[in-house]
């Protein structure tokens, strides 16, 4: 069976400053805004600078965001290879689409979606597969 990894958390704030500062503080992450967009990304580990992969295997990077009504609550992304062949499987299973695909600059794409529980997950498509 193909195991989907984990690649990304989604850190909603009220306050992306606060939030910023107590995530630094508290943890050594570094934050920084990523251009063109209302969005932090969060580093919590080494990068390859070619891939912008994690160096360390199973570590993961992730963002920092103005919380909306929609993202109440921090979100764990999960690698797919199709997100609209997993969404529809998803809602087959039980799971509701919360935010459809979309293109994220030109790196890929993302989606949410509600499990059975009521937990918000996201989705990530890469636009190039390593």
């Known amino acids: 069976m193909h195991h989907s990894r984990v690649v990304h958390f989604e850190i909603p704030a009220d306050n992306v400053e606060r939030a910023k500062s107590f995530y630094k503080q508290a ?53 797919v290879p199709d997100i609209e062949a997993t969404l529809k499987n998803v809602e087959k299973l039980g799971g509701k689409m919360v935010r459809k695909k979309e293109p994220v600059a030109d790196m890929g794409f993302t989606a949410y979606f509600k499990d059975t529980e009521g ?8 636009a190039r597969r390593m």
């Not at 570590?59 to 921090?74: D, L, Q």
């Not at 937990?119 to 890469?126: A, D, E, F, T």
């Open 27 to 79: 943890f050594g992450w570094d934050i920084s805004q990523y251009p063109g967009m209302e969005y932090q990304m969060v580093s919590t580990t080494e990068v390859d600078q070619k891939t912008q992969q994690p160096t360390t295997p199973g570590a993961i990077n992730g963002g920092m965001t103005k919380r909306n009504n929609e993202i109440k609550n921090t979100v764990i992304t999960i690698d």
């Open 119 to 126: 937990n918000i997950v996201g989705l990530w498509q890469s």
